[in-house]
């Protein structure tokens, strides 16, 4: 007796289709699978053994054999649960199989039936529909994962006799399609610019910043509000779109950080690991291939604070993200590609003990220490960094005036909305969408120079020894800077103050 069940596997961040066949024969009892299954999948044998008792059938005393095709692609997870025993019950016969080869079907099982929530229901969610199946059967929890997905039939199930009855009799709970999925509204922060006293410049720094997705780095001694700043920047970035938003979710879906009652994210993400984080945890892999914070913060902040105590190979394993806005990781049995598109946030001290050129504190670093300090930046990193913004620290007025700190971020976040929607409208023929993505017939097509903008940029290659990829990055800013002014010239004062976010570019010790 044979019954063949969709289900699906992860690779990257897309779904594919895993056929699962079941073979009922005589001879001795046993239970094989086979089609490279790891410890996961083969542990599956006993909970789909004790969950089809529990849940009121006999579970077959023939020979069994489940094949996971294509044969040579790694399975891993315990996903395939519900899969396999619904094929084992069909192949029985306990299950009709008239309408089996219409729906995927994943979930795995408790020892007494019921069906638990796993990762990467979104995706897989898009293959099916994108191979043509009518519906998903997956777990409860799963629920709103499925319904992004329209024209899906979605099943929902809580247990596997929910399953049975649902292919028997037709059986099926009702679902609720929550308005959270499609709709959502701005997320209101209690964190606003306005709580940031003076740092005027800063402020505009990370204003251009949001409005052109560029990098920038903020240098400054302990408490002058680099973090404070930098939290504050997602107050101002605008709204994903759709295509943005479903990028991320299927991030966040396979790595099982949708909640049972989410639906679309709408909202950029704002990622803050830890400076103790390794290669694995910040750009992705492991034994099998997983996202890490950089894809996780796709289409987002990535924040990273205090940037040199970060290990130097961990940092220099962001120059493809950074530039690709794509991680790329090999494994023997596995590729896979995980899009990494971020706007990076760094902060660091200027030197070991913080307080180099604050005229309130003595520095009691040597040049050697200092050089070795930010040596632990490369050049090539620096390179992919647009804007290099000094925070000094606040004067004593400053922090008992609190002047300057009267602008909140919705006025902020209207002009780089503004901004945001002349790139859009210029871009709009182009594979881009931001500034900080134009390539070099981009740069060559929207960056044009009059002659004094020529003179001057001249100037600043010679005097600040900068490479060709910092002057691509100089050209996208000033071009950021003539849209908030709403320029389509890029004037001498818009490349004068690009060239002016180039600090770490110089010489200051």
Do not use: W
Not at 17 to 34: K, N, S, T, Y
Not at 227 to 243: D, G, N, V, Y
Request: charged letters at 25%; hydrophobic letters at 40%; a neutral charge.
């Amino acid at each position: 007796m044979y019954a063949g069940v969709k289900s699906a596997t992860i690779m990257g961040v897309d779904g594919f289709i895993v056929q699962v066949e079941v073979d009922l024969a005589r001879g001795l009892p046993a239970f094989d699978i086979v089609g490279l299954p790891d410890t996961a999948v083969r542990e599956s044998r006993e909970r789909v053994r004790a969950a089809v008792k529990n849940s009121g059938y006999r579970f077959p005393g023939s020979r069994i054999t489940i094949n996971l095709a294509p044969g040579d692609l790694k399975k891993a997870g315990s996903h395939y649960d519900l899969a396999i025993a619904v094929g084992i019950l069909a192949a029985e016969g306990i299950i009709s199989t008239q309408r089996i080869g219409d729906y995927l079907i994943t979930g795995e099982l408790s020892l007494t039936g019921e069906v638990r929530k796993v990762k990467g229901v979104l995706p897989m969610a898009l293959q099916a529909r994108g191979e043509g199946l009518k519906g998903l059967i997956i777990p409860e929890e799963n629920q709103s994962e499925g319904l992004i997905v329209e024209g899906l039939e979605i099943i929902s199930a809580a247990h596997l006799n929910d399953v049975i009855d649902y292919f028997n009799e037709g059986i099926v709970k009702e679902v609720v399609i929550s308005n959270l999925i499609r709709n959502s509204k701005n997320k209101e922060y209690r964190e606003d610019f306005s709580d940031v006293k003076g740092q005027q410049e800063a402020k505009r720094a990370l204003e251009i910043a949001a409005a052109g997705r560029h990098n920038i780095i903020m240098v400054g001694p302990p408490g002058s509000g680099k973090t404070m700043l930098a939290r504050r920047l997602r107050t101002i970035i605008p709204p994903l779109t759709e295509e943005e938003s479903l990028e991320l979710t299927k991030i966040y879906s396979i790595m099982g950080l949708i909640g049972s009652s989410d639906g679309l994210i709408k909202e950029r993400p704002f990622r803050a690991p830890h400076h103790s984080i390794s290669y694995v945890g910040l750009i992705g892999g492991g034994r099998v291939p997983e996202p890490g914070e950089v894809s996780l913060a796709h289409n987002g902040t990535l924040f990273l604070d205090e940037l040199p105590e970060y290990q130097r190979s961990v940092l220099e394993m962001l120059r493809q993200p950074l530039e690709e806005g794509k991680v790329s990781i090999v494994r023997a049995l596995a590729k896979a590609i995980f899009p990494a598109n971020i706007m990076l946030v760094a902060a660091m001290n200027p030197c070991p003990c913080g307080y180099y050129g604050d005229e309130n504190h003595q520095c009691n670093c040597t040049v050697k220490d200092i050089r070795r300090y930010r040596g632990k930046i490369s050049g090539p990193l620096l390179d992919r960094i647009d804007i290099h913004i000094e925070v000094p620290a606040l004067s004593p007025n400053e922090l008992l005036t609190g002047r300057g700190a009267t602008e909140h971020s919705g006025q902020i976040r209207q002009r780089v909305l503004q901004a945001r929607d002349f790139q859009c409208q210029r871009y709009k023929d182009e594979p881009y969408l931001y500034n900080s993505k134009l390539d070099s017939k981009g740069i060559q097509k929207y960056c044009l120079l009059n002659k004094e903008g020529q003179q001057l940029i001249k100037e600043a290659i010679r005097r600040l020894s900068l490479s060709a990829r910092a002057y691509d990055r100089i050209l996208r800013l000033a071009r950021t800077i003539a849209d908030l002014e709403k320029s389509e010239e890029i004037k001498v004062d818009h490349l004068a103050e690009a060239v002016q976010y180039r600090t770490l570019d110089r010489k200051l010790i």
